[in-house]
């Protein structure tokens, strides 16, 4: 298996423009993750995903992003308008069962100016 | 995460020098997980510890859970510069899969 595919690598966009992150977790694995990580902040937990279903979108932090996963092999996280301070490394996780080993994709190294 | 507490915050060994990271939950743990990360890259797996008193081991690298399942100390042995990087700690508090991670140690060995 190839690991949790992420698109793009990097993205560069400008203020209040829509940004589109892409996540292709692991054949099999059930649960999903979107995370996000600054110098600042650290780790955060944006929102997970069990069966396709969003469990907990408390770590989102505004209504200008959005998660969905249409079906088992693909999740996108949206940001509309994107913000400067949007900027940060975007990570994306699976999971086979709950409270097992995650593997987390390279990353989306995200700025908005 | 605020529940969890990690330190210290950055480190810095001489090479063969051991050195231990602590990580410490607000709330007790269901299960507390230790990654790996290189600058610009993504998180590596190290080990995953759910028994209260667990101790596992990779390589040169130890983590173990304390008793109460609220603390986690990773320790390395006889460290080298391929030990460097950042180490985060991550908890899932129930069986819904939610994971959190602590700040993160920075890790340097110098040569």
């Known amino acids: 298996d190839a690991g949790v595919i992420q698109s793009p690598r990097h993205e560069v966009t400008e203020m209040g423009q829509e940004v589109t992150l892409r996540c292709k977790p692991i054949?099999?694995?059930?649960?999903l993750f979107w995370y996000r990580q600054t110098m600042m902040r650290g780790l955060e937990l944006l929102i997970y995903f069990n069966n396709n279903v969003p469990i907990d979108d408390s770590g989102m932090p505004e209504d200008r992003f959005s998660a969905k996963m249409p079906n088992a092999s693909f999740s996108t996280l949206k940001i509309q308008p994107s913000e400067p301070r949007d900027s940060a490394v975007y990570f994306c996780?699976?999971?086979?069962?709950?409270?097992?080993?995650?593997?987390f994709g390279q990353g989306t190294r995200l700025t908005v100016v | 995460s605020q529940e969890l507490e990690q330190s210290p915050q950055s480190l810095i060994v001489q090479e063969g020098k051991n050195l231990t990271i602590n990580c410490t939950s607000s709330?007790?743990?269901?299960?507390l997980y230790w990654y790996k990360q290189k600058y610009g890259e993504g998180l590596i797996f190290l080990m995953m510890?759910?028994?209260?008193?667990e101790e596992k081991s990779h390589e040169k690298i130890t983590a173990k859970l304390d008793e109460k399942k609220q603390q986690s100390s990773l320790h390395i042995t006889a460290s080298q510069p391929s030990h460097a990087g950042i180490y985060l700690c991550?908890?899932?508090?129930?069986?819904?899969?939610?994971?959190?991670f602590g700040q993160g140690t920075e890790l340097s060995v110098k040569p």
């Open positions: 709330k007790t743990l269901y299960g």
């Open positions: 510890l759910q028994k209260g008193g």
């Open positions: 991550g908890a899932g508090y129930n069986q819904g899969g939610k994971l959190i």
């Open positions: 996780a699976s999971m086979k069962t709950e409270n097992t080993e995650a593997f």
């Open positions: 054949s099999g694995h059930n649960s």
